[in-house]
């Protein structure tokens, strides 16, 4: 009993000390400015995911029209734009 007093005491003392020597540094509101930013990175980059995916269809549309054996070619500025949105999903996660 009394070893697991003490510990708990220990681990009470060192969070007080590091609450104290990062206090200053790390504020309140910074992990609202981190999730913020986690979601600015995530909803900016499927943003672009998207309107690179609606532009290249509308590419691909016109593709089909004019020149069809292309078509098959003009297929890889979508995946390159769902890259996009994936890039921005592993950013917003690290």
Partial sequence: WHQDTHR????????????EAF?????????FFG????????????LGAAYGTAKSGVGICSM????PTLIMKSIIPVVM?????IYGFIISVV
Wanted: hydrophobic fraction near 55%.
């Fill in 35 to 46: 999730y913020m930013g986690a979601a600015a990175a995530l909803i900016f980059a499927n």
């Fill in 23 to 31: 206090g200053e540094a790390c504020p309140a509101s910074a992990p």
């Fill in 64 to 67: 089909g029209v004019m020149h």
């Fill in 81 to 85: 734009a769902g890259g996009v949105g």
């Fill in 8 to 19: 708990r005491r220990a681990i009470m003392l060192e969070t007080l000390a590091l609450n």
